[in-house]
């Protein structure tokens, strides 16, 4: 029975991410990838046009990901100081739980790719911050924007943290104190 085409895109792009979340952190070829799947790089590119439209694939998973359980963070947590501290919470566990992804996060993985990609991440920080900022609204925060923006530069740095320690240095670990901190 054929493989339907849908299940190699997302066998390609779980290959990827896997080969990104190897802590030597090596920079990723299609000829690599291809010899991971045992097909042909001609294989990969029947599915993706490009590797920039493969690592396309990975930003789209994390934004659906992480912004529907934001999502469902700010409709079942009344407070939104609750709200933010769990919104930065799950964006770290999200990472622990996709080291690969991490290294798209960081931007580490789209060095040498097209600018586009790196712009698109800027661009989920960018909404990543705007749902904390309207979590700390509802909470009356006056000091909204400038602790969204702490928060978000907070969970980038742990982010960075975990991709350059090979992945030793958990996101969520011993970092309750500090989130409260930011609080």
């Not at 920039?52 to 100081?81: C, H, K």
């Not at 933010?84 to 996060?105: H, S």
Request: aromatic share 6%; glycine share 8%; hydrophobic share 45%.
């Amino acid at each position: 029975m054929p493989r339907a085409k849908g299940d190699r895109k997302l066998q390609i792009l779980q290959a990827l991410a896997g080969m990104l979340g190897e802590p030597q952190g090596e920079r990723i070829t299609t000829a690599a990838l291809a010899h991971r799947l045992g097909v042909s790089e001609a294989a990969l590119y029947r599915h993706f046009a490009s590797k920039a439209q493969m690592y396309e694939g990975l930003i789209e998973f994390i934004e659906n990901s992480v912004f529907t359980l934001a999502n469902r963070i700010a409709a079942d947590e009344p407070d939104g100081r609750t709200q933010a501290g769990r919104m930065v919470e799950m964006l770290l566990a999200f990472a622990e739980k996709n080291p690969g992804m991490v290294r798209v996060m960081t931007g580490e993985a789209l060095v040498g790719e097209h600018e586009r990609l790196r712009a698109r991440m800027n661009r989920f920080y960018d909404r990543f911050e705007a749902a904390l900022r309207q979590a700390l609204r509802t909470a009356s925060d006056g000091d909204a924007a400038p602790r969204a923006a702490l928060m978000t530069r907070y969970a980038i740095g742990c982010l960075h943290q975990y991709a350059t320690s090979g992945f030793a240095r958990r996101p969520v670990e011993g970092g309750a104190p500090e989130r409260r901190l930011l609080l």
